[in-house]
T-cell receptor, first 115, second 115 residues
């Protein structure tokens, strides 16, 4: 389809619990990006994939965050042992190419609330 | 590194007023420039883009011109509507210098248009 599908839309977890978020990119798009939108609208880059390979993971807090993009499956972002500060909206985006001529298509996000 | 600075707002206008949201950038390499819009509770939608100097992006009455000499990409609309109320993000993407194709966002500008 022509949309990036993110599930679930909302997720509530107790502090210390695991959270797993999913993203189905647009078919044919080679690049997938994960962003975290925190209070006051700021977007923080987390990780990107080129097909199933990690392309750039410089934004990932590696001790608790992990992500995968496996063939024929939605991409996933997993947070082990969530903390209050992980409360945010997590957006996935896909792009046809790595060149700057293409914008991203964003999903509608997963709102994670850690209580 | 790359960075985007945009007027933080909030911006409040009456319907049919003229809109300008300023955006300036610093970048290594030759960036492509984007404006994204986020309506309440939704993901990001690409509003317009420009991929080289002097290009003008336009969509839905919004325009922005890529000005390399002033490193700017200001968003304008001649006559805003209530339905334009949203948060607007300026962003850039470079394809070299270790940027790894990720978008760098400004902090967003909240626009409220009153009837």
């Amino acid at each position: 389809g022509e949309e990036v599908a993110q599930t679930p839309k909302h997720l509530v977890r107790g502090e210390g619990q695991k959270a797993k978020l999913y993203c189905a990119p647009i078919k044919g798009h080679s690049y997938v990006f994960w962003y975290q939108q925190v209070l006051k609208n700021e977007f923080k880059f987390l990780i990107s994939f080129q097909n199933e390979n990690v392309f750039d993971e410089t934004g990932m807090p590696k001790e608790r965050f992990s992500a995968k993009c496996l063939p024929n499956s939605p991409c996933s972002l997993e947070i082990q042992a969530t903390k209050l500060e992980d409360s945010a909206v997590y957006f996935c985006a896909s792009s046809q190419s790595g060149t700057g001529n293409y914008g991203y298509t964003f999903g509608s996000g997963t709102r994670l609330t850690v209580v | 590194g790359n960075s985007v600075t945009q007027m933080e707002g909030p911006v409040t206008l009456s319907e049919e007023a003229f809109l300008t949201i300023n955006c300036t950038y610093t970048a290594t390499g030759y960036p492509s420039l984007f404006w994204y819009v986020q309506y309440p509770g939704e993901g990001l939608q690409l509003l317009l883009k420009a991929t080289k100097a002097d290009d003008k992006g336009s969509n839905k009455g919004f325009e922005a011109t890529y000005r390399k000499e002033t490193t700017s990409f200001h968003l304008e609309k001649g006559s805003v509507q209530v339905s334009d109320s949203a948060v607007y993000f300026c962003a850039l993407r470079t394809t070299g210098g270790g940027s790894n194709y990720k978008l760098t966002f400004g902090k967003g500008t909240l626009l409220t248009v009153n009837p």
